[in-house]
T-cell receptor, first 112, second 113 residues
């Protein structure tokens, strides 16, 4: 199994631009999670889906952030417009049993 | 307000010795605990877990201990190997929360040859 796939691995953009992060979960997993990791706040859950339906988006910091899961094999996290404080590593994770999550390699986002 | 705390940002241990990583939590509703290991430029990988009905779980060189009265858990690695050098995250969840894991900020373990 290829594991959780995220793209791009690195993204550098300018403030105000739209950023789209992509995730392909492990086949057969029914939960998908988006996390953000920063030095100050550590690893924070942003949103998670169960069977493609958003269950809890209380961790999404602002309306500038949105996430979709159009099918079982693909999810996006979009930031529009991006700001320098959004710079972080964004992880996608998936699981069959909700707690034992398998993480992707992450996308390092830098907003200038 | 951190619900899961790893108070030691780093730990250095000699190869072959025991590594003990600690984690404290404040929410008494947590009933499932996990440890993840993270190498640079990779995502966290699941290492070991424990349910609140147990006080110990062992998997090879890794053992997790849970002290519910103290709201404390620890991960023991014996013997430590240089390949164990990584950041270790403690995480906790509440049954029925469907995977809403609360992570600590991690402890960087360095195992010196």
């Amino acid at each position: 199994d290829a594991g959780v796939i995220q793209s791009p691995r690195h993204e550098v953009t300018e403030m105000g631009q739209e950023v789209t992060l992509r995730c392909k979960p492990i086949s057969g997993h029914d939960y998908l999670f988006w996390y953000r990791q920063t030095m100050m706040r550590g690893l924070e859950l942003l949103i998670y889906f169960n069977n493609n339906v958003p269950i809890d988006d209380s961790g999404m910091p602002e309306d500038r952030f949105s996430a979709k899961m159009p099918n079982a094999s693909f999810s996006t996290l979009k930031i529009q417009p991006s700001e320098p404080r959004d710079s972080a590593v964004y992880f996608c994770a998936s699981s069959f049993l909700a707690e034992k999550q398998f993480f992707g390699p992450g996308t390092r986002l830098t907003v200038l | 307000d951190q619900q899961v705390k790893q108070n030691s940002p780093s730990l250095s241990v000699q190869e072959g010795r025991i590594s003990i990583l600690n984690c404290d939590y404040t929410n008494s509703m947590f009933d499932y605990f996990l440890w993840y290991k993270k190498y640079p430029a990779e995502g966290p990988t699941f290492l070991i877990s424990i349910s609140s009905i147990k006080d110990k779980n062992e998997d090879g060189r890794f053992t997790v201990f849970l002290n519910k009265s103290a709201k404390h858990l620890s991960l023991h690695i014996v013997p430590s190997q240089p390949g164990d050098s990584a950041v270790y995250f403690c995480a906790a969840s509440v049954e029925g929360s469907q995977g809403n894991l609360i992570f600590g900020k991690g402890t960087k373990l360095s195992v010196k040859p």
